[in-house]
């Protein structure tokens, strides 16, 4: 009985990821989402709902990023890890297009298990730095991480969460990517959170044709990605500059480059880097 009913919900879990593994192509603006808590330090669910409201109605952004940088996932309990996923995957479910968890550790099965996790749970897809501490020194060893952190979520897309200035791990992309999907058949891309625009650039003119996305994560140079090609983003000021990266998308869409970059100043200014 026990196990007939476990073959049931995995099978329930299967046909959910796969169904939102085959919506919408993820392009566009992805908040990294920050984590509500309440006075005394608890994270704070409640409001979870009025967030994916805000990020749709005022922000135009249908897509986030949980338990990232932004959301200081790696500072939180793999418990409460949890509990943020699934109230995101449960509040965004008619709201939003991607709900991507971050499910990096620095303990392989910790970070296993939080993929599982997010796979039962219906997420659209999941992401995992390098280990940071223990860190793997060549693409093999990253590879060999990554490779059973995503068979996990067999269902759902993979992105490697690419962001040296944090983790130390500086494993050229570019190299990276080549043969990925033997190795990771889930892999879907890339979450690049580095300045490198060079390797950047070689990664989309190299592998693109591949379908690989990359999503690239320094808000304040986003212009100069989507001018090699980017066609989406991750950060944490979409949260709430998500109306001027919008316009600045359609601005580069439209071919008006002086209104775009009038748009990337303005993020500049407002992050004070002006
Ligand atoms: C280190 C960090 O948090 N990077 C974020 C994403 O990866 C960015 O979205 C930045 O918060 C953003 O570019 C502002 O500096
Ligand atoms: C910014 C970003 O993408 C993160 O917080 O993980």
Redesign the pocket.
Known sequence: MLSTKGSVSREVTRLRSSAMASQKKLQGL?A??VTPLTSDGKINLSVIGQYVDYLVDKQGVKNV?VN????E?LALSSQERKQLAEEWVNQGKKKLEHVII?VGALSLPESKELARHAAEIGASGISAIAPFFFKPTNKGALVAFLREVASEAPHIPFYY?H?PPLTGVKICIEDLLDGIKKQIPTFQGV?Y?DTDLLDFAQCMDKYNKEQFLLLY?V?EQLLSALAVGATGA???TYNYLGQANNMMFQAYANQDFALARKYQVSVLHKLKRS
Do not use: E, M, R
């Open positions: 992805v990294a989402t990023f990232g940088t932004t959301g996932g971050h969460y962001i979450k959170s994560g808000d991750v950060g944490s």
